[in-house]
């Protein structure tokens, strides 16, 4: 069952659900509320001949992507993000799903920036119960235009969800307390 704005108030209110800093009276809609850009971008180095086998004993994705990206810090006055480019950001927000809440959550896009080509995940919107942390997204600008990115603005929303019981155990997976860096 998907939270309305009032229980999620609500879970907020109870500490079920933490969002640090607290979402502004404007961040929500009927069934969700939206979250900030972190100035931090992670931009994948081009030409570098890397090819990634995911399946290599020792695998580790954080350890990969800290070797081919750079980090970039999004000035005042934005970033243009081009046509057809992978980024990794950060939402300002900490976030955690206490698992005595029984919520799990996804993160989604925006629908007037969805509308320009901006995703802001590949395919991995679930935030699991238990999760405490940033939330990093996978942005893609699949449109025709560069779109400008400004630390601070709405750049996605989450969706709260009840879950059927407590699980047995929280999210403890490799990206349990990420933050931007």
């Known amino acids: 069952m998907i939270l309305t704005d009032r229980e999620i108030k609500k879970a907020l209110a109870d500490r079920l659900i ?18 900030a850009l972190d100035p931090l971008l992670k931009i994948f180095r081009t030409g570098t001949g890397v090819i990634i086998d995911p399946g290599m004993p020792g695998y580790k994705v954080m350890e990969l992507l800290n070797g081919v990206t750079d980090p970039h810090t999004i000035p005042a006055q934005g970033w243009d993000f081009p046509p057809g480019k992978l980024v990794l950001g950060w939402t300002k927000e900490r976030v955690e799903l206490n698992l005595k809440g029984k919520v799990a959550a996804r993160v989604e896009g925006k629908s007037g920036l969805a509308r320009l080509g901006l995703g802001v995940h590949v395919t991995a919107p679930t935030i699991h119960a238990g999760f405490l942390g940033t939330i990093q997204l996978e942005m893609m600008n699949h449109g025709p235009m560069h779109i400008k990115l400004r630390p601070g ?9 009840t879950t059927k019981g407590m699980p047995q155990k929280a999210y403890k997976g490799q990206f349990s307390g990420q933050k931007a860096k």
């Open 18 to 35: 933490v969002i640090d800093p607290a979402p502004t009276s404007e961040a929500y809609a009927s069934t969700s509320v939206d979250l």
């Open 153 to 161: 603005m709405a750049i996605c929303q989450l969706i709260f969800e």
